[in-house]
């Protein structure tokens, strides 16, 4: 597909690549699994602290943008969690109307699919998610839907990175914030959850953020860290919830184990198709965001995270903890449904499908039909 193709996805055939991954078709089988029992909820958690330095000055954007952005241009995520949806208007009135807004609430969202049915629907229906201040480049405007490309998740559906369609509302031109996420230090949440707020003491509380949140900083204290926030004036994260990096500055090459702490802290969240934020994750969305965490970049899906990352090919019997499993849509075929993580002693941490939650459980159990693709190992510390 060519980069400069802004044909709306669901209007192409589907050739090459795109045939191999449709999240449609190639992955649409992830969410289908047997219904289980598992948890619907997630506590928030404060994450690791980071040693702030004394308040330093950055300048902040001059002016809140209230246009929308158009056509060819770049904007940035202005919601906790902007959606992406396959076909723009295709969403169910009363259930995912909370996901639609500005600012969303995810939590309703959620509460609204407590049924494994009313959540499967969603299988198919939906791209990607992408967090606060993410960029986008924005391939189309039909009415209040624009379709973008989010640079940070790659696929091989388009070299620019993973296409969807989201709310217009939910964007915002902000060239002085993009500017500022390139140059200036930021702030990682590693909490499952923060707010925003208005003051360094936590008072006029603004919008929930999620873990793997990134946000250009502009001062510090010792108790919180002032950031930048897309369309809107500055605001405060506490300093126990974030990791403050310099310009330039990359995370500590991860263990194994730091990779699996991090997953676990995610047990018991509710599967969500398309998500890769603390209020749910797909299977691929869950080790795409575990790792980009500590700095490694995979493809957003399960199929190019198999076939198209470069990883290194690991034997069955040869597996260790950190290693990306994959499985088939049925035995003997060639498209990759599902994706998981190793975890040692024959143990599997995984978002399975859309009766169930993250959890820990055997290989051997899980793949009862001998739909084992292979593994890959992405290079850890260690």
């Not at 208007?89 to 259930?95: D, F, Q, S, W, Y």
């Not at 003051?199 to 919008?207: A, E, K, L």
């Not at 934020?277 to 199929?303: K, P, V």
Request: with cysteine.
């Amino acid at each position: 597909m060519s980069p400069n193709d802004s044909t709306p996805r669901s209007t192409r055939p589907l050739t090459g690549t795109d045939a191999g991954f449709s999240r449609r078709a190639g992955l649409r089988a992830a969410a289908l699994g047997a219904a289980g029992l598992g948890a619907a909820g997630l506590a928030t958690a404060a994450g690791a602290s980071s040693a702030l330095a004394a308040p330093s000055a950055t300048t902040a954007p001059s002016a809140t943008t209230t246009r929308a952005p158009r056509a060819g241009e770049e904007a940035v995520v202005a919601v906790s969690a902007a959606t992406l949806w396959v076909d723009p208007r295709t969403n169910r009135p009363g259930i995912d109307d909370p996901s639609l807004t500005n600012p969303v609430d995810l939590d309703a969202w959620n509460a609204n699919m407590q049924d494994t049915e009313t959540r499967r629907w969603l299988t198919g229906e939906l791209e990607s998610q992408a967090v606060l201040g993410s960029r986008v480049i924005v391939d189309e405007v039909d009415d209040d839907w624009a379709h973008v490309v989010v640079t940070a998740q790659p696929t091989p559906r388009d070299e620019r990175g993973y296409p969807g369609w989201v709310p217009l509302a939910q964007l915002v031109p902000d060239p002085e914030f993009l500017e500022l996420a390139a140059s200036a230090p930021t702030a990682t949440v590693t909490a499952l959850t923060s707010r925003l707020s208005g003051t360094p003491s936590g008072n006029h509380p603004g919008i929930p953020v999620s873990f793997d949140t990134v946000l250009p900083v502009l001062k510090r204290t010792a108790k919180a860290v002032q950031v930048a926030v897309p369309g809107g004036e500055p605001a405060y994260l506490p300093a126990a919830d974030v990791v403050v990096r310099e310009p330039g500055e990359t995370p500590p090459l991860p263990t194994a184990d730091e990779v699996i702490a991090t997953g676990e802290r995610f047990l018991g969240l509710r599967y969500l198709w398309a998500g890769v934020s603390a209020w749910g994750f797909d299977c691929s969305g869950f080790t795409y965001t575990l790792f980009h965490h500590h700095g490694i970049t995979l493809n957003r899906d399960a199929g190019p995270q198999m076939k198209d990352s470069g990883l290194e090919e690991v034997a069955r019997e040869d597996l260790q903890r950190g290693d990306l499993v994959f499985f088939l849509t049925e035995p003997g075929a060639t498209s990759i449904r599902h994706v998981a993580m190793y975890v040692g002693d024959g143990m599997i941490m995984q978002a399975p499908n859309a009766s169930r939650s993250v959890e820990i459980m055997s290989l051997e159990e899980y793949d009862t039909d001998g739909e084992y693709a292979g593994a890959r190992r992405v290079p850890l510390a260690g």
